[in-house]
């Protein structure tokens, strides 16, 4: 579809360029020209338009990233609170996953979907079980996916992973899919040191969850004398690039390290704040040129897959944990939730608004109390924006969420009972 989007105002979060007024263009599933408004004489050379949209002075910008989540854990949204993570893992999440069927995590996978599209999330970093599901999933919902492995001791084998790079990766346009593992303590030396001989066959980077929790980092330097990230790099297995969920029991020298080899963190600030996990030092990543990105986590450990709730915990446990009300700027997150998240997800279509690039956007509804007045229109989404403020969804090029509706052809009310007879079959199974 040809659709103009006018009278806007635009954010294109590209490196310098401010908002302005104007207009965009899409054309199928690329995004045509974004720039100053038309005149009238201009748009007479314009190509036919499917819809044309008054934007009324509201703001177009780069949809929200979401560079770590494991939607199917929507089925354990507020089954298994207040409790720290390992006990929460091994004593109620494993378990229930051990029952989850392939059908379960499709029908699960698409309830969390709708919540992306309300949150203005138009692409997730994705880690769960039986990926080609997840893929079905947002292929079938229009939502762009990165699929990440979520290798470990439990499974599955090296050789499926393998598998699953070759296949995924060719499947659908709004598919990609990168090598990963859990997480070291999930892993064993002999199973990492494969999976290091397969990233190297490919010159692929890696992904893991990593130095959540203090346990976790004081038991590996228990097991290898190392940091977990140091263990990982004597492996070999950020060779090729990658990055890591977390990160929040970083010591300077892991972070010296990640800067050196240009690897990017993910931060979960929600899902580490609910289970005491820690701050991460966001600050002084950024001190040290990282990519930061941000990412929800799961729907049980956060519990909700709201990027307005990460943008503004982001800024604000980093100002908290450097005592200082100047620490990692509005602006700043606000990139991270989008170009950076691109760039950490591989992605670079998606990172900016601009001619040429894919046309993953959001509306943001200025027409709301919580945005007036219009003082700073950009700092203002990060420290008041909310849902409420997501008027439109596109992805690809496809509007599938505006005015408070799905446009993906999808029954909302549907999908909200299979979440709730899936959740008591597994509960009752347990």
């Given at each position: 579809?040809?659709?103009?989007?006018?009278?806007?105002?635009?954010?294109?979060?590209?490196?310098?360029?401010?908002?302005?007024?104007?207009?965009?263009?899409?054309?199928?599933?690329?995004?045509?020209?974004?720039?100053?408004?038309?005149?009238?004489?201009e748009l007479k050379q314009a190509p036919a338009?499917?819809?044309?949209?008054?934007?009324?002075?509201?703001v177009l910008m780069p949809g929200f990233k979401d560079a770590h989540t494991h939607s199917g854990m929507t089925a354990m949204r507020s089954f298994a609170d207040d409790m720290p993570l390992q006990e929460w893992l091994n004593t109620k999440i494993f378990p229930l996953e051990a029952k989850m069927t392939e059908q379960d995590n499709y029908d699960l996978t698409q309830l969390a979907i709708l919540e992306y599209l309300t949150s203005g999330i138009t692409a997730i970093f994705d880690m769960y079980l039986s990926p080609k599901d997840i893929a079905q999933a947002c292929i079938d919902m229009g939502m762009r996916c990165a699929l990440v492995s979520g290798l470990n001791k439990f499974g599955p084998t090296v050789q499926v992973m393998e598998e699953r790079y070759n296949t995924l990766n060719r499947l659908h346009p709004l598919i990609t899919y990168q090598m990963g593992v859990h997480a070291e303590y999930t892993?064993?030396?002999?199973?990492?040191?494969?999976?290091?001989?397969?990233?190297?066959?490919?010159?692929?980077?890696?992904?893991?969850?990593?130095?959540?929790?203090?346990?976790?980092?004081?038991?590996?330097?228990?097991?290898?004398?190392?940091?977990?990230?140091?263990?990982?790099?004597s492996l070999g297995l950020?060779?090729?690039?990658?990055?890591?969920?977390?990160?929040v029991h970083f010591t300077e020298e892991d972070m010296d390290l990640f800067a050196k080899k240009g690897l990017h963190i993910v931060t979960n600030p929600g899902s580490n704040t609910k289970l005491a996990s820690g701050i991460a030092p966001v600050g002084r990543f950024l001190e040290k040129g990282i990519n930061v990105a941000i990412g929800t986590d799961g729907p049980s450990s956060n519990?909700?897959?709201?990027?307005?709730?990460?943008?503004?915990?982001?800024?604000?446990?980093?100002?908290?944990?450097?005592?200082?009300?100047?620490?990692?700027?509005?602006?700043?997150?606000?990139?991270?939730?989008?170009?950076?998240?691109?760039r950490a997800m591989l992605l670079p279509d998606t990172d900016v608004l601009a001619?040429?690039?894919?046309?993953?956007?959001?509306?943001?509804?200025?027409?709301?109390p919580n945005m007036q007045?219009?003082?700073?229109?950009?700092?203002?989404?990060?420290?008041?924006?909310s849902k409420q403020n997501v008027k439109l969804t596109m992805i690809n090029g496809k509007i599938l969420y505006e005015n408070g509706e799905y446009l993906n052809g999808v029954d909302a009310e549907a999908i909200y009972d299979r979440a709730n007879r899936i959740i008591r079959r597994l509960a009752a199974e347990v």
């Open positions: 579809m040809n659709i103009r989007f006018y009278n806007a105002r635009i954010l294109t979060m590209e490196e310098g360029r401010a908002l302005f007024e104007g207009e965009l263009w899409t054309k199928d599933e690329r995004i045509a020209y974004v720039g100053p408004a038309k005149t009238e004489e338009w499917d819809r044309e949209i008054d934007c009324r002075g509201n892993c064993d030396r002999g199973l990492l040191e494969d999976v290091s001989a397969l990233i190297h066959q490919y010159q692929a980077p890696l992904y893991a969850h990593m130095s959540e929790t203090r346990l976790e980092t004081d038991e590996c330097i228990g097991r290898y004398g190392m940091t977990p990230p140091a263990f990982f790099d950020f060779d090729f690039g990658g990055g890591v969920y977390h990160a519990n909700c897959l709201d990027m307005f709730r990460e943008m503004f915990l982001t800024t604000g446990l980093a100002k908290l944990l450097q005592k200082d009300a100047g620490a990692v700027d509005g602006m700043e997150v606000l990139r991270m939730a989008t170009a950076n998240g691109a001619a040429g690039k894919l046309a993953d956007l959001i509306m943001i509804d200025l027409h709301q007045p219009l003082n700073n229109i950009a700092k203002n989404i990060v420290y008041s924006g």
